[in-house]
Every structure is written in structure tokens, then in C-alpha cells.
């Protein structure tokens, strides 16, 4: 008889399959098995990183179309899009630190409008939490701020 063991994504005692043995990991519930199989293809592709490579361009070779369909299908997609990679492009500039955070507030009139752009938008080289920035609209005298 196989002993207890404990499931690492709910902690709940569970006893292994009697074929698996060693071999399982979690328990039986679904949630825990998707994390668990989550984990495992996230820890294969960090070792076969040239074969998924691979896998990416040939399949790109075999769909060359795929995104100007998806973007014609999906018009609000594209146009988030665009307006995304239009930050991006702005903050590509040589610019770093304070004042890549102040031109990222000078971008729009309507400053609320940055807080509901996605974090890599904003920020896309920069580990520095959404607080710090916040704080900038009201702390820095740089930025004129819009009524």
C-alpha cells in the first residue's frame, strides 16, 4: 500500500494510483492537474528551447497569413494593438528612468487613460511597481497636470 502524500498546488493529503507509484505528483482534482501539467511543458520547453524554436518557425512557415486574418477578424484587437506598439515606439528612444516615466504621462491628454494601458506598454524594460509611477503624476513638477 502506497503512503500519503501531499498535493503541492492544494496541500491536500492524497494516496498515488497504485500504477503510477512514484511517478504522480497532485492529486486527482482538475485544477491541480492543469497546474501540474502547466509546470511540466514549462520545464520541457526550458530544456528543448531550440526544438520549440524550431517548432514556432516551421509552423509560421506553414500559416504565413494567420495574423493578417486574426487582424481583419478581430478590428479591436488590432487597433489596441497599434496604439500599444505607438507607446512602445515613442519610449524606444534613448531615454531611461525619470524621465522615460514623465514622457509616458506627456503622452496622452487625458492622463487616467495611461493607467488602463497594459504594464509592458508603459514600462516595457522596466521592473519598477505601477506605484512608483503614480506617484510621479503627483510628486514630479515636470508634468503639467490637465484638470
Not at 56 to 61: A, H
Not at 65 to 75: F, L
Not at 102 to 116: A, G, H, K
Amino acid at each position: 500500500m502506497l503512503s500519503l502524500r501531499h498535493c503541492p498546488w492544494c496541500s491536500e493529503l492524497f494516496r498515488p494510483h497504485p500504477r503510477l507509484a512514484n511517478r504522480q505528483k497532485c492529486c486527482g482534482s482538475a485544477d491541480c492537474q492543469k497546474k501540474q501539467k502547466a509546470l511540466c511543458q514549462a520545464q520541457w520547453k526550458s530544456k528543448n528551447k531550440l526544438s520549440c524554436l524550431e517548432n514556432q518557425q516551421n509552423w509560421r512557415k506553414a500559416n504565413p497569413d494567420y495574423w493578417r486574418n486574426y487582424r481583419a477578424s478581430h478590428p479591436d484587437y488590432a487597433h489596441k494593438n497599434r496604439e500599444q506598439t505607438a507607446i512602445r515606439k515613442k519610449l524606444s528612444l534613448a531615454q531611461t528612468g525619470l524621465q522615460r516615466r514623465i514622457d509616458i504621462l506627456q503622452l496622452s491628454v487625458n492622463q487616467s487613460f495611461l493607467w488602463d494601458v497594459p504594464r509592458f506598454a508603459k514600462c516595457p524594460r522596466s521592473h519598477t511597481p505601477q506605484l512608483y509611477a503614480k506617484s510621479l503624476v503627483n510628486d514630479s513638477p515636470f508634468v503639467e497636470r490637465i484638470p
